[in-house]
């Protein structure tokens, strides 16, 4: 239940981040760049402490490791 709360939430975060940066930039794909980047950023930060949680002691970057594999590598080769 909690993954589909955020997902929406998510969902809106980027409605709304677009819409701004829709009225603030005239250009069609830079309002597009920002309010991905900005949504996956959210999506990643809701989902490591409301989402996925989970007890770790000692501190992995093996999730944002697999985050920037994932995500940010496919929106950057996008273009």
């Known amino acids: 239940m909690k993954y589909i ?7 809106i975060v980027y409605l709304i981040v677009r819409l701004i940066s829709m009225k603030i ?3 069609t794909m830079l309002p597009v760049l920002i309010s991905q980047t900005l ?8 989902n490591k402490l409301f989402v996925f949680t ?11 490791d697999s ?9 950057l080769t996008s273009f």
């Open 25 to 27: 930039f005239d250009d």
């Open 54 to 64: 989970t007890k770790q002691k000692a501190c992995s970057f093996s999730s944002s």
């Open 5 to 11: 709360f955020w997902g929406v939430t998510t969902t």
């Open 67 to 75: 985050f920037g594999d994932g995500y940010l590598w496919p929106e």
């Open 39 to 46: 949504t996956i950023i959210f999506a990643f930060v809701v």
